[in-house]
Nanobody, 126 residues
Framework: QVMLVERGGGLVQPGGSLGLSCEVS????????LGWFRQAPGKEREFVAT????????????LYSVSVKGRFTITRDNAKNTVYLQMNNLKPEDTAVYYC???????????????WGQGTQVTVSS
């Protein structure tokens, strides 16, 4: 059974930082594209970042949404079957439930991802 478990959400003040992790089990993470998406209340789920598959321990091509580029960093550790999202200079508009996902195609389109985590809440507020 494939499972993705996100950790690290919470409450942070504007301008602060937060790190998320997503541990993947039931499949070999190195052979999958791993992405982060988010959904704010009353809004559709949107793409945040994705990192391509790689045979190396880390690395892979990365892609970010315009709204987070330069503030968020996605990385992976294949030895740990884990993908990370480091979020810096957080803004209130980053408040959302963050989901990690695994897929086969390097894309911002969520229809290319077929395994999803349960999500973790990130709230940016003073």
């Amino acid at each position: 059974q494939v499972m993705l478990v996100e950790r690290g959400g919470g409450l942070v003040q504007p301008g602060g930082s937060l790190g998320l992790s997503c541990e993947v089990s039931g499949l070999t993470a190195s052979s999958r594209v791993l992405g982060w998406f988010r959904q704010a209340p009353g809004k559709e789920r949107e793409f945040v970042a994705t990192i391509g598959e790689t045979i190396d321990r880390a690395g892979g091509n990365t892609l970010y949404s315009v709204s987070v580029k330069g503030r968020f960093t996605i990385t992976r550790d294949n030895a740990k079957n884990t993908v990370y999202l480091q979020m810096n200079n957080l803004k209130p508009e980053d408040t959302a439930v963050y989901y990690c996902a695994a897929g086969r195609h390097f894309s911002h389109d969520d229809s290319h991802y077929f395994h999803w985590g349960q999500g973790t809440q990130v709230t940016v507020s003073s």
